[in-house]
């Protein structure tokens, strides 16, 4: 049933703004990140030519092995575990009250002010308002007048009128937003909830008994940020206030270290400091330039993602970027996914269109010839490049762009094969999710939607094919009843990083005809009737093939952001794009290190020389660069033909023969360890 507050609260409205993880903060990690201020021991001003390179990096290297602002990790003592909105319903009538203490606050310090909705949200609350722009002192005003609110201990009140009594109301106080919310309100009865006697807004609740219930310490007004109004960017353009508010200061503490972690580790100051990657305005905006560095370690990603989807039987595949209008039109995209999608071109009077998705495609493949049941299951997979429309304040990073590479694959099968696919899917997923270091998981199963294509039988056995490949797979998982695609059921796989934030990236969808998996997973029923996809039967008789859709990364533009912020930029031995930096103590070495440079690149090590400064600085800029081995020579190397080698991770590993350096290099990323 439609209510005020599933107009009001809904939270899926903030979806058309910075997007987020999907579970932003469930704990505080076990470790905490505390700066240590590091000196630099220095020895003499300037080394001699003679000076050894081991002497060199214990005289001239941080210690800690960090910079001069580094983070020392220390265990924490207690642990502590943040509640969320579903654990805790206190936690969501705080928040919720915050709402509309803080729209009180607003009205009462700007009386120009208009209101429109302020539902409670992950972590915290927003309201958006029509006034003028607003600034971060502007904040603090509206923090201490909702002080002053909580301070009073107000009642809060539930009134239900009749629509007519609340549209008087409305018109009585010159609000346009809350008439146009009203309108939107099925039921007779509305609801009114009131602070006191002094300000009241359409809302169902729930809400805490009074003002005071609210601890004013565990609240804080975050940032102020534009929105459109409804999501329109042809609507008036509103000023959205986010707020965060916990129970009690300890877990404010905890949330707010959180987020300065999350600052540390964001993808898109390390992205630039690393040299990663950028987003050119002269380009266009959500358009993502690879850099030389982030280009390596997306070659890295890539060449696994093909080699270990070659071991499970997938054919690999290329296709155009550009297709006939028509395509889409078959497809359904452009009915249905039109505003997602960038306008057509006109080429030799004919209509083509950039590809939003990989589907389509796919399917044109499977039709390129008579497919017998006895050829399935037919598995193929692509890299494949995809554009979508996004609103410009909707771009955020690598996580929201308007070009992104999804890691597509279709699988066409039997009925009967359901099962044993999704389990080689799941199997697949754990394999390359584990190898690069995310081994948590939370697995949902979507169930039929009220409106769906296909028949009850067809959806029963995919679900249940589902269900019974994640039971044979022991995972735990929830379902969403209701949560499917209308084209058939499907399993959603969110990862969670080193903070404990949960990233949308795997899905498997089967759709009667076909399945789609991103870890994702999903079966669709639509697009193989769309597009009349048949094969053989052992009768001879043509049958519709079920499909799997499926995408393990999602798209390696949001992989490689997830990637950052797990790593915070300190990316392990195997996966760095810059494995090792030699560092000559003076140019008189530069002729060795740069045959020492040729010998690591010639047993596929990735390796660079950095001179032209002095030893301390070359090493300091290692350190900010994340460089995990720094290969030091001097004089006495260059003579006894070796390097003296220090470690991010283990410190100095001591003075060693450069064929002992390539071996255990080769052996750590082999391995995946550390040295």
Known sequence: MTTASSLLFSSSSSSLFLPKP?????????????????????????????????????????????????????????????????????????????????AMAVQKLYPDAKVTIGPWIENGFYYDFDVEPLTDRDLKRIKK?????????????????????????????????????????????????????????????????????????????????????RGDEKRPMLQRIYGTAWENEEQLEAYLHFKEEAKRRDHRRLG??????????????????????????????????????????????YTPHVAKADLWKISGHLDFYRENMYDQMNIEDELYQLRPMNCPYHILVYQRKRQSYRDFPIRVAELGTVYRYELSGSLHGLFRVRGFTQDDAHIFCLEDQIKDEIRGVLDLTEEILLKFGFDKYEVNLSTRPEKAVGGDDIWEKATSALRDALDDKGWSYQIDEGGGAFYGPKIDLKIEDALGRKWQCSTIQAS??????????????????????????????????????????????????????????????????????????????????????????????????????????????????????????????????????RSRFGGELGTMKTDDFISIIKSATDNRTSL
């Open 272 to 317: 630039q400091d690393l040299d990663l990657f950028s987003i050119q305005d002269e380009a266009g905006g959500g358009l993502v330039f690879w850099h030389p560095k982030g280009s390596i370690v997306r070659h890295i990603i890539e060449d696994f993602w093909k080699k270990t989807h070659l071991e499970h039987g997938y054919d690999l595949l």
């Open 22 to 102: 999907t579970s932003l903060f469930l704990r505080l990690p076990l470790k905490r990140f505390v700066p240590v201020s590091t000196q630099l021991r220095y020895g003499h001003a300037a080394l001699s030519a003679s000076s050894t390179a081991a002497s060199a990096v214990a005289a001239e290297t941080p210690t800690l092995g960090g910079t001069e602002q580094t983070q020392k990790t220390v265990e924490e003592t207690q642990k502590i575990v943040l509640p969320t909105n579903e654990s805790s319903e206190k936690l969501l009538r705080i928040r919720h009250t915050c709402a509309h203490v803080m």
């Open 512 to 645: 009667f005809s076909s399945f789609d998996l991103h870890l994702k997973a999903e079966v669709d029923f639509n697009l193989p009737q769309r597009f009349d996809i048949t094969y053989v039967d052992s009768n001879s008789e043509k049958k519709r093939p079920i499909m799997i859709h499926r995408a393990v990364l999602g798209s390696l533009e949001r992989f490689f952001g997830v990637l950052i912020e797990h790593y915070a930029g300190d990316f392990p031995l195997w996966l760095s794009p810059i494995q090792a930096r030699v560092l000559p103590v003076t140019d008189t070495q530069l002729d060795y290190c740069n045959e020492v440079i040729r010998k690591l690149k010639s047993n596929g090590i990735r390796a660079e020389v950095c001179h032209g400064e002095r030893l301390p600085k070359l090493i300091r800029n290692a350190e900010k660069q994340k460089i995990p081995l720094m290969a030091v020579v001097g004089a006495k190397e260059v003579d006894t033909q070796t390097v003296t080698v």
């Open 145 to 229: 007048e909702m002080d002053r609110i909580i301070g009073r201990n107000l009642p809060l009140i539930r009134e239900e009128v009749s629509r007519d009594e609340a549209e008087r109301r409305i018109t009585a106080i010159k609000e346009p937003y809350k008439m146009e919310i009203l309108e939107s309100i099925k039921e007779d009865s509305i609801t009114i909830y009131h602070i006191g006697d002094e300000w009241w807004d359409l809302c169902a609740g729930p809400h805490v008994e009074t003002t005071g219930n609210i601890n004013k310490k565990a609240i804080e007004l975050e940032s102020v940020a534009g929105a459109y109004w």
